[in-house]
């Protein structure tokens, strides 16, 4: 067919599209996240723009090669039709999806989120322009019925939904989780600075976004609040703000312990997921200790931040949980392995 592209001109096209975005004039992006923060008001300039550095660096020519080099990806290929359920918590967090179905030569059928249609349909837009010959991969659609494999992604009640539709059809559904990180007393200022953007990032929305810390002594948490001073300007977000002061008055109507800096909330928890403005801690008293508390919630786990030194496997450097290469997949599901299976 007329229209097929080659392994290299989808490498291609996705490599300029990250050019593109790099590059981006300030009038056509400050119209673009003029119209996606009026869609949703999470999605502020700040956000919308780490969110651009991300899809920029999944596709640095040097990540997609070294990504790729590990599979046997054919030429061409028969399409399959795959159904591409966005979630819309975060800018663009669907792309990596997109991108896992495109590059393996097959079709892929978006129903994107009411949350973020408007930047997601954005980079859509872009790539088609950059390489035509995707429209004839790439359907925005409302309804999803009879594909041929489904990748979907939502909360724990969506995801036994999409397990309802979707089980019959090979698929991936994901469901809710979060990232930790581990403080061992040592770190410098810088790294619990750093530390700040993989809690802040987003207000703390996506699934990359650390929202409880293991701690050894609370001196830590002292240090951690400190340090976080310059974070300060989430509280002027309305939603945040709003958020921030329910729970500290929730906390302090039932007496409950806390430590809170003016802007985040620090409370020992057991749980994972912390409510927006809240940060749970729970403290280990070893290695081993740590180990096991880890174990006992992996299937929750995104990604774990801390030193290298800890001996923690694939632990993320402070700072870096929203900056993830094209290798690394969300619930830790090799999507492309799925998709080339399908073929």
């Not at 490498?11 to 119209?35: H, P, T, V, W, Y």
């Not at 329910?246 to 007496?255: F, P, R």
Request: negative net charge; hydrophobic residues 40%.
């Amino acid at each position: 067919m007329s229209f097929m592209l080659s392994l290299q001109e989808r490498i291609n096209a996705f490599s300029k599209l990250g050019d593109l975005i790099s590059n981006l004039g300030e009038e056509e992006k400050s119209s673009l996240f003029r119209r996606s923060e009026n869609q949703n008001t999470w999605f502020i300039p700040r956000s919308l723009q780490s969110a651009l550095e991300g899809i920029s660096f999944l596709l640095k020519w040097e990540n997609l090669e070294k990504w790729l080099s590990k599979y046997s990806i054919k030429e061409s290929v028969e399409p399959k039709e795959v159904g591409i359920l966005m979630a819309g918590n975060i800018p663009g967090v669907g792309f990596h999806d997109l991108l896992c179905v495109l590059i393996t030569g097959h079709i892929a059928c978006v129903k994107l989120s009411s949350s973020d249609s408007v930047f997601s349909k954005w980079i859509i837009d872009q790539l088609i322009l950059l390489e035509p010959k995707f429209s004839h991969f790439i359907r925005v659609e409302e309804m999803l019925k009879g594909k041929d494999a489904y990748i979907a992604t939502g909360s724990d009640n969506s995801a036994r939904y999409f397990e309802y539709y979707f089980g019959k059809y090979p698929h991936i559904i994901r469901a809710n989780r979060t990232s930790v990180a581990i403080l061992s007393g040592e770190e410098s200022e810088e790294e619990l600075r750093n530390l700040g953007n993989d809690i802040f990032q987003y207000f703390g929305l996506g699934c990359r976004n650390v929202s409880k810390i293991y701690v050894k002594d609370e001196e830590s948490l002292t240090r951690l609040l400190d340090a976080l001073a310059p974070i300060s300007w989430v509280a002027t977000h309305h939603k945040y703000l709003n958020n921030y002061e329910y729970n500290k008055s929730i906390y302090l109507v039932n007496g409950e312990k806390h430590l809170d800096n003016g802007f985040l909330i620090l409370k020992e928890s057991q749980e994972l997921v912390s409510p927006i403005g809240v940060l749970f801690y729970e403290k280990y008293e070893s290695k081993m200790d740590l180990e096991v508390k880890l174990k006992s919630v992996e299937s929750k786990i995104q990604c774990v931040v801390g030193d290298s030194s800890l001996g923690i496997s694939g632990i993320v450097p402070f700072g870096q949980a929203q900056l993830p290469g094209p290798w690394d997949y969300a619930d830790r599901i090799d999507t492309v392995k799925f998709l080339l299976d399908l073929s």
